[in-house]
């Protein structure tokens, strides 16, 4: 039993052996031995004939160009899948093309559409059908018929005249070719330039001078030596076109050469004038420039020694606007001996210390007789004037008053507000604080109750100087009334009724 398998195994390998071989024999891939050329724009099949009289559906076939460094697949048709069997490269996606119907054929070839330059190279085709491989190189030429040439003249060159042939799309770098009447190649020299677009196209630009004398029909022939086709212009220029020679354009080319000499000279010296001229009239402008800036510098300390008189002015006048608007606010006072006498305690006056190390203090409170005027206020602002001559203790201000005269009696601190002189010297008080000595020496004093502000002002009238302003404490209660008040003195007051400009009250 086991020599009969055996003999089963050897029989079935070599079966397998021969057919093998049997299919290797007869698939062959047909090679291309010539290039293919494919014209730009156009479409070229790329060959890969498969020798069989029929094959597989399940055959899988490459086409892959070969670069410098790295291979593109093209395409891809594999057999085995039949929903979709054909798979592109998105640089070749809608330009490719198998002849499906004719691949069990054998004819593998590849279509490819509207050729580029840059599709030039080699491909490979290569061919896989269950295990057996094969693969086919194929040369794909490229080349380009450009648009039909045309023959410009540029103009006067010397005594000849420039002539540019010009054409556009061509690949390879075409030839261009002068020729003469009789189609023979020109002697003239020339000058060709192949300038590559980003297609990869060549657009030719040439270019010659024909001379007087010369043959004077031209043509420009470009041929494209792959395609083996050529385009050609011709022109023919008359001697008309020719600058013509005169006996006397010697003496006019003299002439010329002269009068522009004389132009030359001229402007020459007009150049120097008008740079002499610009350099004085910079100077002149620099000049000015200089006094106007010492004239300004000059105007500033004028306008600012102004301003400063002017501030001094305003500081020293300031004082004196204040003085006479607060007097533009007098009202007629009443005081006199009939009046309300009653008695006020001022704090003493502070004691003057010989040794500076040591504080002065106050001297004993006083009590002091004063006579309270019959006007009194209880809103607005209102001005009025006391004499006091030269006396040396003295006591005027206001005091606080509900609905009545008080009774005749002492009045507490600080329900009065005063200005008072006491041994010559000069004293604020603000109800319950300390006194604080003024500098003044005048012989009428002027006072200001401003209820808006809830200050009293004293000013010296003859200075027209405020001395102090002290805040007064009003009270909440309705009907509350300020008084003026002054001391008495030795003598009596004469009545001062007040009219638009206040007279003063006399205190003896």
Same mark, same amino acid.
């Given at each position: 039993? @086991?020599?009969?398998?055996?003999?089963?195994?050897?029989?079935?390998?070599?079966?397998?052996?021969?057919? !093998?071989?049997?299919?290797?024999?007869? =698939?062959?891939?047909?090679?291309?031995?010539?290039?293919?050329?494919?014209?730009?724009?156009?479409?070229?099949?790329?060959?890969?004939?498969?020798?069989?009289? @029929?094959?597989?559906?399940?055959?899988?076939?490459?086409?892959?160009?070969?670069?410098?460094?790295?291979?593109?697949?093209?395409?891809?048709?594999?057999?085995?899948?039949?929903?979709?069997?054909?798979?592109?490269?998105?640089?070749?996606?809608?330009?490719?093309?198998?002849?499906?119907?004719?691949?069990?054929?054998?004819?593998?070839?590849?279509?490819?559409?509207?050729?580029?330059?840059?599709?030039?190279?080699?491909?490979?085709?290569?061919?896989?059908?269950?295990?057996?491989?094969?693969?086919?190189?194929?040369? =794909?030429?490229? @080349? @380009?018929?450009?648009?039909?040439?045309?023959?410009?003249?540029?103009?006067?060159?010397?005594?000849?005249?420039?002539?540019?042939?010009?054409?556009?799309?061509?690949?390879?770098?075409?030839?261009?070719?002068?020729?003469?009447?009789?189609?023979?190649?020109?002697?003239?020299? !020339?000058?060709?330039?192949?300038?590559?677009?980003?297609?990869?196209?060549?657009?030719?630009?040439?270019?010659?001078?024909?001379?007087?004398?010369?043959?004077?029909?031209?043509?420009?022939?470009?041929?494209?030596?792959?395609?083996?086709?050529?385009?050609?212009?011709?022109? =023919?220029?008359?001697?008309?076109?020719?600058?013509?020679?005169?006996?006397?354009?010697?003496?006019?080319?003299?002439?010329?050469?002269?009068?522009?000499?004389?132009?030359?000279?001229?402007?020459?010296?007009?150049?120097?004038?008008?740079?002499?001229?610009?350099?004085?009239?910079?100077?002149?402008?620099?000049?000015?420039? &200089?006094?106007?800036?010492?004239?300004?510098?000059?105007?500033?300390?004028?306008?600012?020694?102004?301003?400063?008189?002017?501030?001094?002015?305003?500081?020293?006048?300031?004082?004196?606007?204040?003085?006479?608007?607060?007097?533009?606010?007098?009202?007629?006072?009443?005081?006199? *001996? &009939?009046?309300?006498?009653?008695?006020?305690?001022?704090?003493?006056?502070?004691?003057?210390?010989?040794?500076?190390?040591?504080?002065?203090?106050?001297?004993?409170?006083?009590?002091?007789?004063?006579?309270?005027?019959?006007?009194?206020?209880?809103?607005?602002?209102?001005?009025?004037?006391?004499?006091?001559?030269?006396?040396?203790?003295?006591?005027?201000?206001?005091?606080?008053?509900?609905?009545?005269?008080?009774?005749?009696?002492? =009045?507490?601190?600080?329900?009065?507000?005063?200005?008072?002189?006491?041994?010559?010297?000069?004293?604020?008080?603000?109800?319950?604080?300390? *006194?604080?000595?003024?500098?003044?020496?005048?012989?009428?004093?002027?006072?200001?109750?401003?209820?808006?502000?809830?200050?009293?002002?004293?000013?010296?009238?003859?200075?027209?100087?405020?001395?102090?302003?002290? *805040?007064?404490?009003?009270?909440?209660?309705?009907?509350?009334?300020?008084?003026?008040?002054?001391?008495?003195? &030795?003598?009596?007051?004469?009545?001062?009724?007040?009219?638009?400009?206040?007279?003063?009250?006399?205190?003896?």
């Amino acid at each position: 039993m @086991a020599s009969r398998f055996q003999h089963a195994m050897i029989l079935h390998i070599i079966l397998f052996l021969q057919i !093998v071989h049997l299919i290797k024999g007869q =698939l062959r891939i047909i090679p291309s031995y010539e290039p293919v050329l494919g014209v730009v724009g156009k479409e070229v099949v790329l060959p890969c004939q498969l020798e069989a009289k @029929a094959i597989s559906e399940g055959v899988l076939v490459q086409w892959t160009l070969i670069g410098n460094s790295l291979n593109t697949e093209v395409t891809t048709y594999d057999g085995k899948n039949a929903q979709n069997p054909v798979k592109e490269n998105k640089a070749y996606l809608g330009r490719t093309n198998f002849f499906q119907s004719e691949i069990n054929k054998g004819n593998l070839s590849l279509q490819l559409k509207n050729v580029v330059v840059s599709d030039k190279g080699k491909y490979i085709c290569s061919v896989s059908l269950e295990n057996w491989y094969d693969e086919v190189v194929v040369d =794909l030429d490229v @080349a @380009a018929q450009g648009n039909e040439s045309a023959v410009h003249l540029d103009g006067y060159v010397d005594q000849g005249i420039g002539l540019t042939c010009k054409s556009h799309g061509w690949f390879p770098q075409p030839e261009v070719i002068w020729l003469d009447s009789k189609g023979q190649i020109r002697k003239e020299k !020339v000058v060709t330039q192949n300038l590559q677009t980003s297609s990869g196209l060549f657009d030719v630009v040439s270019s010659m001078t024909l001379e007087p004398g010369s043959d004077m029909e031209v043509s420009c022939r470009i041929v494209n030596d792959v395609l083996n086709t050529a385009c050609e212009s011709r022109i =023919l220029v008359l001697d008309v076109f020719f600058p013509s020679t005169s006996p006397w354009m010697t003496a006019f080319l003299v002439i010329t050469f002269c009068t522009m000499a004389v132009i030359a000279a001229i402007g020459y010296k007009l150049k120097i004038n008008y740079t002499r001229r610009q350099k004085e009239t910079t100077d002149e402008l620099k000049k000015e420039k &200089e006094d106007l800036e010492k004239d300004l510098d000059a105007h500033e300390k004028i306008i600012t020694a102004g301003h400063s008189d002017k501030k001094r002015i305003l500081d020293r006048i300031e004082p004196q606007l204040d003085f006479w608007r607060a007097r533009d606010k007098a009202v007629p006072i009443t005081v006199n *001996p &009939e009046c309300q006498l009653l008695e006020i305690q001022v704090p003493g006056a502070p004691d003057v210390e010989d040794n500076a190390c040591k504080p002065a203090g106050l001297s004993s409170p006083s009590t002091v007789p004063v006579l309270l005027a019959k006007e009194g206020f209880a809103s607005g602002k209102h001005y009025w004037e006391v004499e006091v001559g030269q006396q040396q203790d003295w006591v005027l201000g206001v005091m606080r008053h509900k609905g009545k005269q008080e009774e005749q009696g002492t =009045l507490a601190r600080g329900d009065f507000w005063a200005l008072q002189k006491s041994r010559g010297k000069v004293f604020s008080i603000k109800g319950n604080n300390r *006194p604080e000595k003024k500098e003044m020496n005048d012989a009428v004093i002027g006072v200001l109750l401003n209820l808006e502000e809830a200050k009293i002002y004293f000013y010296g009238a003859v200075q027209r100087s405020i001395v102090v302003n002290i *805040p007064i404490c009003l009270g909440k209660e309705s009907g509350e009334m300020l008084y003026p008040f002054v001391s008495k003195g &030795e003598g009596g007051f004469n009545p001062v009724c007040h009219q638009n400009i206040p007279v003063p009250l006399n205190v003896s």
